[in-house]
């Protein structure tokens, strides 16, 4: 019980740090030039930053339902608790890192200045110019802060059902600000690496999903194989993926509309062809399956849907709607197959993050240079698709060995596997005390209809 106490009393003392220093903070609430304040855009703006938030509870769901019933709340916490610990890092420092003043050089910063927005301050009501000159400041940073809150959360399917929980907080605040913000920076900050690069990412196909999907399969390769696992352990709750899906989908559009930063033409197309990818992909994935002699399901469906929400992200601003079906059906087919490959691997990334939201993101960001508007392969130009393929070699490095190294520093200090009685007894017990429904009141009511009727019948 003492080395219990102990364990919670350091981030409840960091807590409570941060809480005094909020009081000590200057106010955000300044006299900036608001006059090219645009209200449309806000209301937009406003919209899609809600948009995007409800999409980790819709994760929440879509991965809890491909899960073992005894780690259906454990599952869906790690993805929920990630809108309170990201929320606070990205205030006390997270956005600096991402967005504040480059460290690297003219044209190549690698990531933010600290010290530059260190809690909240100089994030206003005023617009940012650099960032987008129609809307707060204030509201810039809430809306990327929704990016920063579902990207570890995608994570937590590879390593599902055999992360301690304790562990898995520190290492999405460590991923969050070693692996995330510096490829935030170096994506969209406008001294960033990659953007000077020319490197094209309307909406995180390459900050978020390509990163998520490599650290998802370090941290499968890392914590290894669940235990007592025969072949591929069923969904216990198929209808809670297709809600789940539901959300994301609905979601979506304030992730890939949204990141115009405008209520535009710009955003109309995005929402436009985020949605044609996504029908692409999941009747992609179900004919597929047919082909190779599977019946369609709800499952397969569902990912496949998922997948072309992934795949259209980079471009959805770049690319016509035709282009959109084209990259939604393929990024289908190549996911299907790399999710079979997974199978029959010694890889037991759980819910084929890896294989969905890592390939979905790699085929996007590569068919984004092929067909991007005026600078892509089919206009005659190579330049922006080779950046593409250097700028994907070094995410893809970057995010697995930086992330293995986080999975060794997070284990060394907490232990990341839960032991294996633990595991057995599924971690919404051996970890919470809880479980997704109480049985016993059922089972007391049939017992006692079942004595009236024996009772009945002796009469």
């Given at each position: 019980m003492a080395m219990l106490k102990k364990k919670w009393l350091v981030p409840f003392l960091m807590l409570m740090a941060l809480s005094v220093m909020g009081v000590f903070a200057p106010s955000n609430?300044?006299?900036?030039?608001?006059?090219?304040?645009n209200s449309g855009d806000i209301a937009w703006m406003l919209t899609a930053t809600g948009l995007v938030l409800l999409m980790t509870p819709g994760l929440s769901f879509f991965y809890a339902g491909m899960v073992r019933y005894k780690n259906v709340i454990s599952t869906m916490l790690q993805s929920f608790v990630a809108l309170g610990v990201i929320s606070l890092l990205w205030v006390f420092i997270g956005f600096s890192i991402a967005f504040g003043d480059s460290v690297g050089g003219d044209g190549t910063g690698l990531f933010g200045n600290p010290l530059t927005y260190f809690m909240f301050s100089g994030v206003g009501l005023g617009p940012n110019d650099a960032f987008a000159a129609t809307i707060p400041f204030m509201l810039f940073a809430m809306f990327q802060l929704k990016f920063a809150i579902i990207t570890p959360a995608l994570i937590t399917g590879a390593f599902a059902e055999r992360i301690r929980f304790?562990?898995?907080?520190?290492?999405?605040?460590?991923?969050?600000?070693f692996i995330y913000a510096p490829l935030a920076h170096m994506t969209w900050h406008p001294n960033g690496l990659f953007r000077n690069w020319g490197v094209l990412d309307f909406a995180g196909g390459t900050v978020v999903h390509i990163s998520a999907g490599l650290a998802a399969l370090a941290g499968a390769l890392y914590l290894g194989k669940r235990r007592n696992i025969e072949g591929e352990s069923k969904p216990?709750?198929?209808p809670f993926v297709i809600l789940g899906t539901g959300m994301l989908w609905f979601g979506w559009f304030g992730f890939n509309g949204g990141s115009a930063l405008a209520a535009d033409g710009l955003a109309t197309?995005?929402?436009?062809?985020?949605?044609?990818?996504?029908a692409a992909a999941m009747l992609s994935w179900i004919f597929f399956d047919g082909i190779r002699g599977r019946k369609p399901s709800a499952i397969g469906a569902c990912i496949g849907a998922v997948v072309g929400l992934v795949a259209i992200t980079p471009g959805a601003g770049f690319v016509t709607v035709g282009q959109s079906i084209f990259i939604g059906s393929v990024s289908s087919i190549i996911s299907n197959l790399?999710?079979?490959?997974?199978?029959?691997?010694?890889?037991?990334?759980?819910?084929?993050?890896f294989a969905c939201h890592g390939v979905g993101g790699i085929m996007g960001m590569l068919l984004t240079g092929v067909f991007a508007k005026d600078v892509g392969l089919i206009?005659?130009?190579?330049t922006t698709f080779f950046y593409h393929i250097l700028a994907l070699v070094m995410v893809s490095l970057y995010a697995f060995f930086g992330s293995w190294f986080l999975y060794y520093i997070t284990d060394k200090i907490l232990h990341i596997r839960v032991a294996g009685h633990q595991e057995e007894e599924g971690l919404d017990m051996s970890q919470h005390s809880e479980q997704a429904s109480d049985f016993s009141e059922i089972r007391l009511t049939m017992s006692e209809h079942k004595s009236d009727a024996v009772m009945d019948k002796a009469s």
């Open positions: 609430i300044t006299n900036m030039n608001m006059e090219n304040l304790s562990a898995f907080l520190l290492f999405i605040c460590l991923f969050s600000l216990h709750n198929i197309s995005a929402f436009l062809t985020t949605n044609t990818a996504s790399a999710v079979h490959l997974r199978t029959r691997s010694a890889v037991d990334d759980t819910l084929d993050v206009y005659g130009t190579s």
